[in-house]
């Protein structure tokens, strides 16, 4: 018995998982922090009243990572439902990993620290386990741009991250030309660049060139075209090579789309409020796709952002 149980403590400490553990395996950034390599997406002005209960459906699924942003105006019920898990003991807050960011007109550099503590209030947390700038576009609180170097706001993520308010520090929808601008100007490497990546927009150039920098990348809007998103966008959810692919396996198509992400060693944030689509987004750690089948899917980019 005793051995049985140390062959389980085991297993569980090479999966990086303990206790009542995480679906999703960890990663360690270049901090030496660890984040749990799917997220719970949460953005949708619509859905702001269901992401309570959202965040208590992903905790008994079995996520571990949830990403927010100022901008999704949604932090406060969120930090209900964190509230919620934490008070029926299904997790500790250090079994928890929460993304927050800063948004396009917050970029001078003494508002990022008030920004965060604004989050942090609203989340009801002392910490986040991950700041990102939003954009490097700088915005006025009327939307027109800003002239304000995102160097000088990533000197105040930079104080962020010192203060403790925040674990590690990254960016989102930087390209290379932007973080190695970064690199050569600061003290910290970001993290972690959470950017656009799905069948339709691989981005394996970005992807490489921040892989070679050592930043983990954050995949958002994973489904791409294979959920319901505007009109006759192809491949989507009936393309046969998607479809036969996932008759192998005995998933769905959506499910191999986060395969695939999580196959080119990325970190997929799939968004839903529903329970049962919740729970089947982080039911894709039993298995992995060829090489060929990646390189299938790989091949149907079109470079087409869902965004522009
Ligand atoms: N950094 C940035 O600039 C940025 C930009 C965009 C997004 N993000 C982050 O990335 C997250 C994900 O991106 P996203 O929300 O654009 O798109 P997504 O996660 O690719 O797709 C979400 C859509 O798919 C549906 N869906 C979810 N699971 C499904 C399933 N298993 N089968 C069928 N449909 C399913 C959802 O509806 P239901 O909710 O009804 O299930 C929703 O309509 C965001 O929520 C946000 O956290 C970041
Ligand atoms: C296929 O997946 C479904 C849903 O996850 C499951 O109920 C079923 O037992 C699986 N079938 C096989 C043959 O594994
Ligand atoms: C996507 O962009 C890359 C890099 O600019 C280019 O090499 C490739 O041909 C493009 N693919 C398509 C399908 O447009």
Same mark, same amino acid.
């Given at each position: 018995?005793?051995?049985?149980?140390?062959?389980?403590?085991?297993?569980?400490?090479?999966?990086?998982?303990?206790?009542?553990?995480?679906?999703?395996?960890?990663?360690?950034?270049?901090?030496?922090?660890?984040?749990?390599?799917?997220?719970?997406?949460?953005?949708?002005?619509?859905?702001?009243?269901?992401?309570?209960?959202?965040?208590?459906?992903?905790?008994?699924?079995?996520?571990?990572?949830?990403?927010?942003?100022?901008?999704?105006?949604?932090?406060?019920?969120?930090?209900?439902?964190?509230?919620?898990?934490?008070?029926?003991?299904?997790?500790?807050?250090?079994?928890?990993?929460?993304?927050?960011?800063?948004?396009?007109?917050?970029?001078?550099?003494?508002?990022?620290?008030?920004?965060?503590?604004?989050?942090?209030?609203?989340?009801?947390?002392?910490?986040? #386990?991950?700041? *990102? =700038?939003?954009? $490097?576009?700088?915005? !006025?609180?009327?939307?027109?741009?800003? +002239? @304000? /170097?995102?160097? &000088?706001?990533?000197?105040?993520?930079?104080?962020?991250?010192?203060?403790?308010?925040?674990?590690?520090?990254?960016?989102?929808?930087?390209?290379?030309?932007?973080?190695?601008?970064?690199?050569?100007?600061?003290?910290?490497?970001?993290?972690?660049?959470?950017?656009?990546?799905?069948?339709?927009?691989?981005?394996?150039?970005?992807?490489?060139?921040?892989?070679?920098?050592?930043?983990?990348?954050?995949?958002?809007?994973?489904?791409?075209?294979?959920?319901?998103?505007?009109?006759?966008?192809?491949?989507?959810?009936?393309?046969?090579?998607?479809?036969?692919?996932?008759?192998?396996?005995?998933?769905?198509?959506?499910?191999?789309?986060?395969?695939?992400?999580? #196959?080119?060693? *990325? =970190?997929?944030? $799939?968004?839903?409020? !529903?329970?049962?689509?919740?729970?089947? +987004? @982080? /039911?894709?750690? &039993?298995?992995?796709?060829?090489?060929?089948?990646?390189?299938?899917?790989?091949?149907?980019?079109?470079?087409?952002?869902?965004?522009?």
């Amino acid at each position: 018995m005793k051995l049985f149980l140390s062959a389980v403590a085991i297993f569980a400490l090479f999966n990086g998982i303990s206790g009542l553990a995480g679906k999703a395996p960890t990663k360690v950034l270049n901090d030496g922090n660890k984040i749990p390599t799917l997220a719970l997406g949460t953005f949708g002005f619509e859905d702001i009243p269901k992401m309570r209960s959202a965040v208590n459906y992903a905790i008994e699924a079995g996520y571990r990572h949830i990403d927010t942003a100022a901008l999704y105006d949604n932090e406060q019920e969120i930090g209900k439902g964190i509230s919620d898990v934490l008070k029926k003991g299904l997790v500790k807050r250090e079994e928890l990993f929460v993304t927050t960011k800063l948004w396009n007109d917050k970029h001078a550099r003494d508002q990022v620290v008030l920004a965060l503590r604004e989050s942090l209030a609203k989340l009801g947390l002392d910490y986040v #386990d991950l700041y *990102l =700038i939003h954009s $490097p576009e700088a915005m !006025n609180e009327d939307g027109s741009p800003a +002239n @304000i /170097d995102y160097l &000088d706001t990533w000197k105040g993520m930079e104080e962020a991250k010192q203060l403790g308010l925040t674990k590690s520090i990254g960016v989102s929808n930087f390209n290379t030309e932007q973080i190695d601008r970064i690199k050569a100007n600061s003290k910290t490497v970001p993290a972690v660049n959470q950017i656009e990546i799905h069948p339709s927009n691989t981005q394996e150039k970005l992807v490489a060139d921040c892989f070679a920098r050592n930043i983990a990348v954050m995949a958002y809007s994973p489904f791409g075209f294979f959920v319901k998103r505007g009109e006759g966008n192809k491949p989507g959810n009936d393309d046969p090579r998607m479809v036969s692919i996932a008759k192998k396996y005995n998933k769905s198509v959506t499910q191999i789309v986060l395969r695939y992400l999580l #196959d080119r060693d *990325l =970190i997929p944030i $799939p968004k839903s409020t !529903n329970q049962a689509r919740i729970q089947q +987004n @982080i /039911d894709v750690f &039993d298995f992995h796709l060829t090489p060929q089948e990646i390189a299938t899917i790989s091949s149907f980019n079109k470079n087409t952002s869902i965004f522009s």
